[in-house]
Nanobody, 123 residues
Framework: QVQLVESGGGLVQAGGSLRLSCGAS????????VGWFRQAPGKEREFVAA????????SYTDFVKGRFTISRDNAKNTAYLQMNSLKPEDTAVYYC????????????????WGQGTQVTVSS
């Protein structure tokens, strides 16, 4: 059974930065793609970024391109989401998830999920 735990969320002013971490148990992490998603109050969960198992491929949704960077350290079973130039509209609960196949942006195609970490950006 895979368990994912997100951390690093918090309250930050607009223009600030945060780095989220996603720690995983088990060996599945090292062969799985990792996705970051977010969900704002009253809205559906949406794709933010993804990284392939090796880290060689990454993808981002348009509204975070140039501001967010996804990375991973398989030796530490951890993925990261570096978030710079944060905006109030980035406020949401951020989730990491695992997928056996890189490239999906759909919530339904991810197999394992963490509990989420709150990010609040004040104006």
């Amino acid at each position: 059974q895979v368990q994912l735990v997100e951390s690093g969320g918090g309250l930050v002013q607009a223009g600030g930065s945060l780095r989220l971490s996603c720690g995983a148990s088990g060996r599945t992490f090292r062969t799985a793609a990792v996705g970051w998603f977010r969900q704002a109050p009253g809205k559906e969960r949406e794709f933010v970024a993804a990284i392939s198992w090796s880290g060689s491929l990454t993808s981002y949704t348009d509204f975070v391109k140039g501001r967010f960077t996804i990375s991973r350290d398989n030796a530490k079973n951890t993925a990261y989401l570096q978030m710079n130039s944060l905006k109030p509209e980035d406020t949401a609960v951020y989730y990491c998830a695992l997928n056996g196949r890189y490239g999906s942006t759909r919530v339904s195609e991810y197999d394992y999920w963490g509990q989420g970490t709150q990010v609040t950006v004040s104006s």
